[in-house]
């Protein structure tokens, strides 16, 4: 069975960075992924993609995160990170990781103004 597990979430001061990071479990390789994404949601909306990485390994980004947001990953210790730099409080949300068909359980990003 496939497991995510998201970390690296937390409190921020606006302008701050942080470094989430998804660890894959019970499958051969995230290199053999045919998508990997990051996922965030904010209290009272919908699920939003901001950040996605194809086999290719070329990156995509909502306007909204382009620039200040990297999604990474690391086959050899099957791992996906998604480096977040100038947070804003609009940036707070719980963040998950999308492999395929799988998801984590998420971590909590909380940006204070």
């Known amino acids: 069975q496939v497991q995510l597990v998201e970390s690296g979430g937390g409190l921020v001061q606006a302008g701050g960075s942080l470094t989430l990071a998804c660890a894959a479990s019970?499958?051969?390789?995230?290199?053999?992924?045919?998508?990997m994404r990051w996922f965030r949601q904010a209290p009272g909306k919908e699920r939003e993609w901001v950040a996605q990485?194809?086999?290719?390994?070329?990156?995509y980004y909502p306007d909204s995160v382009k620039g200040r947001f990297t999604i990474s990953r690391d086959n050899a210790n099957n791992r996906l990170f998604l480096q977040m730099n100038s947070l804003q409080p609009e940036d707070t949300a719980v963040y998950y990781c999308?492999?395929?068909?799988?998801w984590g359980l998420g971590t909590q990003v909380t940006v204070s103004s």
């Open positions: 990485m194809p086999p290719s390994g070329s990156t």
């Open positions: 019970g499958r051969t390789s995230i290199a053999s992924a045919y998508a």
């Open positions: 999308n492999v395929d068909a799988d």
